[in-house]
């Protein structure tokens, strides 16, 4: 069975994301972007990957993304409507109407594509790109978390959680730390 796994960059306050859904101000140093370029080359936008010369490379953990209206939103205001065209994109949304790609397919009930990813035989894992009510939504099915915890306060933002109060045990396995003071720390949920 595939895994979700929710993979973020999260403040030190718990925010995935500012009010209005900035993140230019976690800090990324080059040792970082390294290691997530080498680790995880499928998490960076397919425009972005030419940018930095991954076009071509291989997703290594992920196939498929689940994402919000909120995470799709900044590519559409870009003009791109398949922001991960090297997987197989799902955005869930009740009030986007369509989404002009048929690549990106639009659901409606998160938790109930989530749960038939998720019982797809074969294939990488589910990566849950965001955002921090969908998180919320489909918390009883994430199986791991990847933690990108950066060293500042945000204040405000966009919760990485969003829903309601939900203790959910997830036990650390792995944590590794970069230049710029953050760290990656794995979280697999706790039986």
């Known amino acids: 069975m595939r895994k979700l796994v929710y993979y973020v960059g999260v403040s030190i306050d718990g925010y995935i994301a500012g009010p209005g859904g900035e993140i230019d101000f976690y800090p ?12 995880y080359p499928e998490t960076l936008p397919t425009h972005i990957r030419a940018q930095v010369g991954l076009e071509d490379a291989p997703n290594k953990r992920f ?9 799709y939103r ?6 791109v409507n398949s922001p991960y065209a090297h997987v197989r994109q799902y955005v869930v949304s009740t009030s986007l109407d369509e989404i002009a790609d048929p690549s990106v ?20 894992d589910v990566w849950l790109c965001g955002g921090g009510r969908l998180a ?15 060293p500042v306060v945000a204040g405000d933002g966009i919760p ?4 309601g109060f939900d203790p959910t045990p997830f036990t650390p396995t792995a944590r590794e730390s970069f230049g710029n003071g953050a760290q990656v720390t794995w979280f697999t949920r706790a039986s």
């Open 28 to 39: 990324l140093g080059e040792d970082m972007a390294t290691w997530i370029n080498e680790r």
């Open 63 to 71: 196939d498929t993304l689940v994402m919000g209206l909120g995470t």
């Open 74 to 79: 900044p590519a559409l205001d870009i003009g």
């Open 105 to 124: 397919e639009l659901v409606r009930d998160g938790l109930a594509a989530v749960r038939q990813l998720k019982a797809e035989e074969g294939g990488k």
């Open 136 to 150: 919320g939504a489909v918390l009883p099915e994430i199986d791991e978390l990847i933690v990108k915890s950066y």
């Open 160 to 163: 990485a959680f969003a829903g």
